[in-house]
T-cell receptor, first 110, second 114 residues
Framework: GQQVMQIPQYQHVQEGEDFTTYCNSSTTLSNIQWYKQRPGGHPVFLIQLVKSGEVKKQKRLTFQFGEAKKNSSLHITATQTTDVGTYFCAGRAGSYQLTFGKGTKLSVIP | NAGVTQTPKFQVLKTGQSMTLQCAQDMNHEYMSWYRQDPGMGLRLIHYSVGAGITDQGEVPNGYNVSRSTTEDFPLRLLSAAPSQTSVYFC?????????????FGPGTRLTVL
């Protein structure tokens, strides 16, 4: 079945440093979504990427979808303590099912 | 709109007991799904529904049943609880089944099976 790998599992950064999490799929994806889960909370949708090579920005967050539509990344510039949480990618390969990566847990040291 | 609601928030069961986790959405969403979240495992799909009367299995369906008699409700039944089912359960919905569209998650149910 479809697998979505996400690295790193954990990332500790000093406030103000940049952060990147990477997502790789075993199959070509029709689209990929990113979610953020705050400690003790539920996943909240951030963005969806659909096109090959697509790049989208949300303030300090930059999302990329690979040319082959098998990988994606989320980059946060100048992290803040409000960025703390776990970031998940979730890929869809043409079915109704969304397959989540295991997530990257971000800690920000003030 | 209340969005996606789940009850109960917390539940403790003994091995062998059965129970139903409730999920409801008031957004007239076509697609609903159940996930379980375990430490280090991400979110794994249990069952999903593309509309009233239609359900299908996800990645980890064993030990769980679902039904979708209305658009609004999508309960998850544990038939005979086992310690391996200790987890946080999230219900999610999205406007339609096909294509990509964001999923709205409920607040979760934290289940412990002793």
């Amino acid at each position: 079945g479809q697998q979505v790998m996400q690295i790193p599992q954990y990332q500790h950064v000093q406030e103000g440093e940049d952060f990147t999490t990477y997502c790789n799929s075993s199959t070509t994806l029709s689209n990929i979504q990113w979610y953020k889960q705050r400690p003790g909370g539920h996943p909240v949708f951030l963005i969806q990427l659909v096109k090959s090579g697509e790049v989208k920005k949300q303030k300090r967050l930059t999302f990329q979808f690979g040319e082959a539509k098998k990988n994606s990344s989320l980059h946060i510039t100048a992290t803040q303590t409000t960025d703390v949480g776990t970031y998940f990618c979730a890929g869809r390969a043409g079915s109704y099912q969304l397959t989540f990566g295991k997530g990257t847990k971000l800690s920000v040291i003030p | 709109n209340a969005g996606v609601t789940q009850t109960p928030k917390f539940q403790v069961l003994k091995t062998g007991q059965s129970m139903t986790l409730q999920c409801a959405q008031d957004m007239n969403h076509e697609y609903m799904s159940w996930y379980r979240q375990d430490p280090g495992m991400g979110l794994r799909l249990i069952h999903y529904s593309v509309g009233a009367g239609i359900t299908d299995q996800g990645e980890v369906p064993n030990g769980y049943n679902v039904s979708r008699s209305t658009t609004e409700d999508f309960p998850l039944r544990l038939l005979s609880a086992a310690p391996s089912q200790t987890s946080v359960y999230f219900c999610a919905s999205s406007p339609w089944a096909g294509g990509g569209n964001e999923q709205f998650f409920g607040p979760g149910t934290r289940l412990t099976v002793l």
